[in-house]
């Protein structure tokens, strides 16, 4: 229920007296979200106010962060997990992360008639953010 139809039926109830409001008010409080496990929000989908159901996606929670690189077939054979890998994060484009290489997917996929091989790297740690979200 949005914020401005919540009012509209508390100031409807106030009408009615304090019994009607104290049963409007039981019945359309807000409700908390708790996440099922620790982690960072990278993704909110919802804003505060807005109408949801059961099968809403209201935020996106991950432990840790994984970085999907695409390496060129003519380099893929370098690559061995465990390998120390310096990234780049669009967040963070002056500071290189030093990461390790945890993934090598075997299944090239054809971009533009080069063949890339998805490689998933764990950074061993990520700036902290200047902002929270």
Known sequence: ??????TAI??????????AVKKWEDAYKPTA??????????LK???VGQAVDAGTVLYAV?????????VDESDIGKIVLGQ??????DSYPDQPVEGKVFDILYEGKNVSNVITYGV???PDKVPPSSARR
């Open 10 to 19: 508390l100031d409807a109830a106030r009408a009615q007296g304090p019994e």
């Open 84 to 89: 120390k890998a310096r990234i780049r994060l």
């Open 120 to 122: 998933k790297v764990r």
């Open 62 to 70: 991950a432990d840790t962060l994984i970085v999907n690189a695409s």
């Open 1 to 6: 229920m949005s914020s401005n139809d919540r």
């Open 33 to 42: 979200v708790f996440a099922s496990l620790p982690g960072e929000v990278i």
């Open 45 to 47: 989908n919802v804003v």
